[in-house]
């Protein structure tokens, strides 16, 4: 699958779509059983680092412009500021509660 303009950082599957982050600071968002790209998600400024998925198919972003972002129906691209450097890693727990690490040796917890 081609469409990125820069390196792929991080993938996410959930629903029958795959999702990638890059670093031309886009999520794309692709069709897991037909292999082709469906959108592209526009809101960071720089590279797109972790992606991440809850069980209702809310998409976190998490990049190097120091934000984590919200993607869903009722939160397109909502922003989340929190951490001072860059958000390296994240994961939702079943409870739904988000977890992000960055490189300045934190988490948080959403």
């Not at 982050?21 to 400024?45: K, M, N, P, Q, Y």
């Not at 922003?79 to 727990?93: F, R």
């Amino acid at each position: 699958m081609v469409g990125h303009v820069g390196g792929v950082h991080s993938l996410v599957l959930g629903n029958d779509k795959l999702y990638s982050g890059s670093s031309d600071s886009t999520i794309r968002v692709w069709s897991a059983s037909e292999f082709i790209h469906l959108r592209t998600l526009i809101g960071h400024s720089a590279n797109v680092i972790a992606l991440a998925l809850d069980r209702n198919g809310t998409l976190f972003s998490a990049s190097s412009d120091q934000t984590l972002r919200v993607w869903s129906k009722s939160q397109e691209g909502r922003v989340l500021k929190g951490h001072i450097d860059c958000g390296e890693a994240l994961v939702v727990s079943p409870t739904g509660t988000l977890f992000s690490g960055s490189r300045e040796g934190t988490i948080r917890v959403w």
